[in-house]
């Protein structure tokens, strides 16, 4: 087995901990950094995520819950439907939001991976890294956030 390829980001927002929970779970939010992108999802786990453009209803991304606590945690899993390997379950990557902080601050830190253990994963990973990550959705968040 590989060394983990993991993507982690982190930002500090002066938002309380239910303002960005709220960004990263209503679909209405979820357009505003997600590249217009809407989460559809009935928040159970097991239940598919589906983000849904909210301009032309195409599918950009999809997976399903695997965990939640509001206000602190998120995980699911993700593929592109579009992408050029299998959609089947062992190519899906887990993103993971965690959350900590008070009523005026939150510590907002998101992770993907392992790539490692996904087909094209190596690739998939540079990609992801050379772009940054999750780094410009966390700064999107946290302009909104602190709007």
């Not at 679909?27 to 505003?32: A, G, N, S, V």
């Not at 989460?39 to 195409?58: F, H, N, Y």
């Amino acid at each position: 087995m590989g060394t983990p390829l993991i993507i982690e980001n982190e930002i500090s927002i002066k938002a309380p901990t239910g303002t960005v929970w709220e960004l990263l779970t209503d679909p209405e939010m979820t357009k505003l950094y997600m590249y217009g992108c809407e989460v559809i999802c009935t928040w159970q786990p097991g239940a598919e995520m589906l983000w849904k453009g909210s301009t032309d209803d195409r599918v950009y991304v999809k997976g399903n819950l695997v965990s939640l606590e509001p206000g602190k945690h998120l995980s699911y899993t993700v593929i592109d439907p579009n992408g050029d390997f299998a959609d089947i379950p062992e190519n899906y990557l887990t993103v993971t939001y965690d959350l900590s902080g008070d009523q005026n601050d939150t510590i907002l830190r998101v992770t993907q991976g392992d790539y490692s253990k996904v087909e094209k994963g190596a690739e998939r990973y540079k990609d992801s890294a050379e772009a940054g990550g999750w780094q410009s959705v966390l700064e999107k968040i946290k302009e909104i956030a602190e709007a």
